[in-house]
C-alpha cells in the first residue's frame, strides 16, 4: 500500500488534480462509508451518500471553501450533516436486514438468532439517539477510532468525549430495554 | 462523574484489548452495577459494525468522483479563455494552419508527443482533426484514422507509463479476459461489474471501444466497452515503438502519411489450423490495401491472413475494401471475405519492405507476428 500525505493530496485537490483526487478517495472512502453504513444501515443509500460526500469535497474546493487539513474530521462531519438532513427528509428507521458477516458463523443457528435480533434491536434503538450521539459511538465502535482520534475528530476535549460516550451508552442501553420489551 | 467517565473509557480500552468484561470490572467495584449494562450495550456496537466495504462500491463512486473532478476542471479551464469561447474549434485550426504557412512547424512539432492533459494536447488533436478534415480522399481518411487509432492506443501506454490519471477512449482487440482483469491490444484494463457493456460477454478476439480512465497503477479502468460497429477501420492490435526523433517530422510532414509497412510471413500453420480465439465470431472493418503480396495482404498498416479469404474483383493496392473476419489465434486477422467499398485512393503507398514512414505509429510497425502487446491470441476465458 502506497503512503499517502495528505499535504500533498489536499495540495493536488486544489487544482483538481485527477491522481490525488483518486488518492483522497481511496484513503478515505472505506472510513466514510462504514460510517455512514453504520449510520443508516442501508447500502444504497449509503453508497449514494458517501458519493455525494466526495462530491462535496470537490465542491467546496471550487469554492474556496475546502479543508485546509485533517480532511478525515471535514469528510466525516460531512457525512454527519448529510445522514442528519437524510433522516430528517425520510423519518423512518432502518428496515433492510442484517448483513451476513455481522455474525459468527461458528455459531448455532439458535445462537445466531439470538444475536440477530440483539443487534436489530441495537440498531432500531441507535436510531433513535440524538446525532451527537450516534456520531461519537459510530467513531467509537462503528469506526474504532480511539477516545483521543474522537476527540481530534469532533473537536472537542477529551473529558467532554469521555461524557458523551458515557450518556450516548447509558441512553442506547435504556432504549435497547424499552425496544426488547416491544 | 468524572471517576465514573474514566472507568468506563478504561474498561472499554481493555475490553478493546481481548480483556471479559468480568475482568475489567474487577479493577472498578464500587462502579460495576453501573457499568456492566453499558459494556454489554458497547459490545453490541462493537458487533454490529462491519468490515468490509464492497469493492464494485467503492470502484463506483471513484469513477463517479473522478467524472466529475473532470467537468469542475474542464468547466474552470473554459471559463478562464474568454476570447477563445467566441469562436468555435475549426476557426482555431484555421488559424493555426494559417501561422504554420508563414512560421516555423516548432509549435505543432512540440504538441505531437503531448499526452491527455497536457497543455498542448489540444492543438495536437485539432492537428489530427485539420488533417482528416483536408482528407478528401476516402482512402487517406481511412489511413489518417488508423494512424490516429494507433496514437490513441499510444497516449494511453504514455499515460500508465507516467502513472496519470486521465479520461480516455481507445479501440483494441481483447486478447485475454480473467476476473475482471483484461488485456486490450497490450493495455491492461480493469473491466467491474458496474461496467457498462453489452449484455452476455464480449468473447476473446473481439474488437471493442473503451471509454475509461487511466490509474495510478498501472491499468485502464473501464467505463463503458462497447463492440465496434460493422464498416470501423480495423483497430491497432498493439502499442507501437515509437522513435521520438521522427515523431515531430511525420507530425508535420503535411503530405500524405505514409504509415510503417513490414510485410511479415506467419509461422507456416497447415490449412484449416488456424482456429479464432472467438467462438468463430466474424467482424467486419474498412481500410486501404497497402500491400498485396501471396496470401499475406497490409491493410491500414496491419498484416491480414487472406489464405482463406473470398476475394471480390478489381481490388488492388490502394482500394478502399471492406473485409469481414476474425483475430487467430497469433493476434493476426483471418479474412474470410473482402470486396471493394470505394474507389482507389489518391495515396498509393510504395509495395512491402520499401514502404517506411517518417517514423510515427504506423500501426503495422505493430503487426510483426502480431505479438506486440495484445497480439498473443491466447484462448477465450469462457
Not at chain 1, 455459531?107 to 432500531?124: A, G, T
Not at chain 2, 497503477?217 to 465496434?228: C, I, M, N, S, Y
Not at chain 2, 484449416?272 to 465470431?281: F, L
Request: glycine content about 8%; charged content about 25%.
Amino acid at each position: 500500500m502506497t503512503n499517502f500525505d495528505e499535504r500533498n493530496a489536499l495540495d493536488g485537490l486544489q487544482s483538481m488534480n485527477m491522481h490525488d483526487i483518486g488518492a483522497i478517495y481511496d484513503e478515505y472512502f472505506p472510513i466514510v462509508y462504514r460510517y455512514i453504513r453504520y449510520r443508516l444501515n442501508d447500502q444504497n443509500i449509503a453508497e449514494d451518500i458517501a458519493s455525494d460526500v466526495f462530491v462535496r469535497l470537490l465542491q467546496a474546493v471550487q469554492n474556496k471553501r475546502g479543508p485546509q487539513s485533517n480532511l478525515k474530521a471535514w469528510l466525516l462531519a460531512t457525512a454527519s450533516h448529510v445522514i442528519t438532513d437524510h433522516i430528517r427528509r425520510n423519518y423512518r428507521r432502518p428496515t433492510e436486514d442484517l448483513p451476513e458477516d455481522v455474525m459468527d458463523p461458528s455459531s448455532s443457528p439458535s445462537d445466531l438468532y439470538d444475536r440477530r435480533e440483539e443487534v436489530r434491536n441495537f440498531k432500531n434503538a441507535f436510531s433513535e439517539l440524538t446525532d451527537e450521539q450516534q456520531h461519537v459511538l459510530t467513531l467509537r465502535f462503528g469506526e474504532g477510532f480511539s477516545l483521543e482520534e474522537t476527540a481530534s475528530l469532533l473537536k472537542k476535549k477529551v473529558n467532554a468525549v469521555k461524557a458523551l460516550q458515557f450518556r450516548a451508552l447509558a441512553s442506547l442501553q435504556r432504549k435497547i430495554g424499552d425496544v426488547s420489551y416491544e | 462523574m468524572n471517576d465514573l467517565y474514566n472507568a468506563l473509557e478504561i474498561c472499554l480500552r481493555g475490553i478493546k484489548n481481548g480483556k471479559s468484561i468480568d475482568s475489567v470490572l474487577s479493577q472498578f467495584p464500587e462502579f460495576a452495577q453501573e457499568l456492566r449494562p453499558l459494556l454489554e450495550t458497547s459490545e453490541l456496537a462493537r458487533i454490529a459494525a462491519e468490515e468490509s466495504v464492497p469493492s464494485e462500491v467503492k470502484q463506483r463512486g471513484r469513477v463517479h468522483l473522478l467524472q466529475v473532478a473532470k467537468e469542475i476542471r474542464d468547466a474552470k479551464t473554459a471559463s478562464r479563455r474568454p476570447p477563445v469561447q467566441l469562436f468555435p474549434r475549426f476557426a482555431i485550426v484555421l488559424c493555426l494552419v494559417g501561422i504554420l504557412v508563414f512560421t516555423s512547424t516548432g509549435f505543432v512539432s512540440a504538441s505531437s508527443s503531448t499526452l491527455p492533459g497536457d497543455q498542448l494536447y489540444p492543438v495536437k488533436r485539432s492537428w489530427e482533426d485539420l488533417r482528416l478534415f483536408l482528407a478528401f480522399n476516402p482512402g487517406e481518411r481511412d489511413l489518417l484514422e488508423s494512424q490516429f487509432e494507433q496514437e490513441r492506443l499510444d497516449e494511453i501506454d504514455g499515460l500508465l507509463g507516467k502513472r496519470k490519471a486521465e479520461q480516455i477512449e481507445f479501440s483494441g482487440m481483447i486478447t485475454h479476459q480473467s476476473d475482471g482483469s483484461w488485456q486490450v491490444s497490450g493495455i491492461p484494463v480493469s473491466v467491474a461489474n458496474s461496467t457498462g457493456s453489452p449484455n452476455g460477454g464480449i468473447p476473446n478476439g473481439a474488437p471493442v471501444n473503451i471509454i475509461g480512465i487511466t490509474r495510478s497503477d498501472g491499468v485502464v479502468e473501464a467505463q463503458r466497452v462497447q463492440v465496434l460497429q460493422p464498416g470501423d477501420p480495423l483497430p491497432p492490435i498493439g502499442i507501437s515503438d515509437k522513435n521520438d526523433s521522427n515523431s515531430g517530422e511525420d507530425a508535420v510532414a503535411g503530405n500524405k502519411i505514409l504509415p510503417t509497412v513490414a510485410v511479415v510471413t506467419p509461422q507456416p500453420t497447415s490449412v484449416g489450423n488456424v482456429t479464432p480465439v472467438a467462438e468463430q465470431k466474424s467482424y467486419q472493418f474498412s481500410g486501404v490495401v497497402q500491400a498485396m503480396q501471396n496470401n499475406n495482404w497490409i491493410i491500414n498498416g496491419q498484416t491480414v491472413h487472406m489464405e482463406n479469404a473470398e476475394i471480390a474483383s478489381g481490388i488492388k493496392i490502394g482500394s478502399v475494401v471492406k473485409f469481414d473476419g476474425f483475430f487467430g489465434n497469433d493476434g493476426i486477422f483471418e479474412v474470410i471475405k473482402v470486396e471493394v467499398k470505394s474507389a482507389d485512393s489518391s495515396n498509393k503507398p510504395q509495395n512491402n519492405s520499401d514502404s517506411k514512414s517518417s517514423g510515427n505509429s504506423g500501426s503495422g510497425s505493430d503487426s510483426n507476428g502480431g505479438s506486440n502487446g495484445g497480439g498473443e491470441g491466447e484462448d477465450s476465458g469462457h
